[in-house]
């Protein structure tokens, strides 16, 4: 089995995870830009988080057969934070990276004014860079959200086709599919939407144009419940072909509009280091 996980964290993980996530069947990844936790107090701080996304993140993955892209923006929770702002302006430089495959994490998180102005700018950097749009739905109030957000993607002008609306559930997956949108779950052990539920989703409303992701970070998360669902479909009678379309053909096409997947599965190399870093510990 073939996996490629569109949403999850990996600088909250760690090393074994990589290693769990490979013997899983995950062959690919894609980590969006989010928020680190705690408040950023520069724009600046943002620079070497990109250039993380951008080169330590794949040396990491790639020492456990792993393709690592990303997506870069300035996440909605932090677009309300003035220090945070400035970015914006930087944005073009790291759009034009070879590794980034979309816009993204862009939306809504508490669907202020300030939102409103960060969703639209980007959704148009988007178009500036022939890229498609990672969006976030909000976790409150989520059906209006996604209606706020539909929106304003038909007034960016954007091809719905290039957007990826995330985080959705069984009150929002109808109006977003019916918009041209890819539909983004994410699978959690505890919050969000779980692998039964999502095999619930995919017999109502099919597989065409939806992808599943762990979203796994700090918290309570399993970056291994991309593979815990595809058992689950398999289990209620999906194919291994329809498995394989969820998995892995909805995202490679969907990030695949980017013009910037390299699929080659990378050669583990003990001996490398990224400037001069590895994650080698112990022994020579």
Not at 75 to 81: L, Y
Not at 107 to 136: C, F, I, K, N
Not at 240 to 255: A, I, K, L, S
């Amino acid at each position: 089995m073939r996996i490629f996980d569109p949403h999850i964290h990996m600088t909250s993980r760690t090393t074994d995870d990589y290693e769990a996530m490979h013997a899983a069947g995950v062959r690919a990844v894609v980590e969006p830009a989010f928020w680190l936790g705690q408040p950023r107090t520069s724009p600046e701080s943002f620079y070497d988080y990109f250039d993380t996304l951008l080169g330590w993140e794949p040396y990491r993955a790639a020492q456990f057969g792993i393709q690592h892209f990303c997506t870069i923006a300035l996440n909605p929770k932090e677009a309300n934070d003035p220090r945070c702002t400035p970015v914006l302006d930087q944005l073009d430089r790291y759009l034009a990276k070879d590794r980034v495959v979309a816009v993204g994490e862009i939306g809504y998180d508490s669907m202020t004014p300030e939102e409103d102005e960060a969703l639209a700018r980007q959704l148009q950097l988007a178009l500036d860079h022939g890229l498609p749009a990672l969006v976030h739905t909000p976790h409150r109030d989520k059906a209006a959200g996604t209606k706020r957000t539909l929106d304003v993607v038909r007034e960016s002008g954007i091809d719905p086709g290039l957007v990826l609306l995330d985080h959705l559930n069984e009150l929002t997956v109808r109006m977003a599919l019916d918009s041209g949108c890819w539909a983004g779950f994410s699978i959690y052990p505890k919050t969000k939407m779980s692998e039964d539920r999502m095999v619930e989703i995919l017999k109502k409303h099919g597989t065409a144009r939806v992808l599943v992701n762990s979203a796994a970070d700090w918290g309570s998360s399993d970056p291994l419940k991309t593979r815990k669902t595809a058992d689950a479909m398999l289990a209620a009678g999906f194919g291994d072909d329809t498995v394989d379309q969820v998995m892995w053909r909805n995202p490679v096409t969907f990030y695949g509009q980017s013009g910037r997947l390299d699929l080659e599965e990378p050669k583990p190399d003990d001996g490398s280091t990224f400037r001069g870093n590895s994650i080698r510990r112990g022994g020579e």
